[in-house]
């Protein structure tokens, strides 16, 4: 079970860490992962995809969340940066098969600057929508 704090609370807590990374394509495995989640291949089981599949907005993306998400704890403890778009930004697939729009940003290791990405998610996915500390509902 995750839980998710709000952008002033996450801040408060210390759970931000950021460490943007001049290129977010610097190293072979955020190459990878950026050309996952933004060029459909079928060669994974569960993905999703920007629509918008540029870098400029990539790069957006993840400063977004990195200057004005939530800090979502994950069940094993991880902080992921939760970006809610408020408008489909892209779309999850399984199995090749469409499964949902995207209207979510979810960046992952944000606290690596050799590791962070971010990928869009279906925000229905994201319970709670409440601030585990100060009970705000989660609108960024
Ligand atoms: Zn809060």
């Avoid at 408060?12 to 291949?41: M, N, V």
């Avoid at 060669?43 to 918008?52: C, G, H, K, L």
């Avoid at 090749?96 to 962070?116: C, M, R, S, T, Y």
């Amino acid at each position: 079970m995750s839980s998710i704090y709000c952008h002033s609370c996450s801040v408060l807590l210390g759970l931000f860490r950021p460490e943007l990374p001049d290129s977010l394509t610097g190293t072979s495995y955020q190459l990878a992962k950026y050309i996952k989640h933004t060029a459909p291949t079928g060669t994974y089981p569960y993905n999703s995809i920007f629509e918008d599949t540029g870098f400029p907005q990539y790069m957006e993306y993840i400063v977004t969340a990195t200057v004005s998400g939530s800090a979502q704890l994950d069940d094993r403890g991880r902080v992921n940066l939760l970006y809610l778009a408020g408008r489909e930004i892209g779309l999850t697939y399984a199995h090749g098969e469409l499964l949902a729009p995207a209207d979510a940003i979810l960046v992952v290791f944000h606290d690596n600057q050799w590791k962070i990405h971010g990928f869009p998610v279906d925000s229905r996915d994201l319970v709670p929508s409440y601030c585990a500390n100060c009970g705000a509902p989660i609108f960024t």
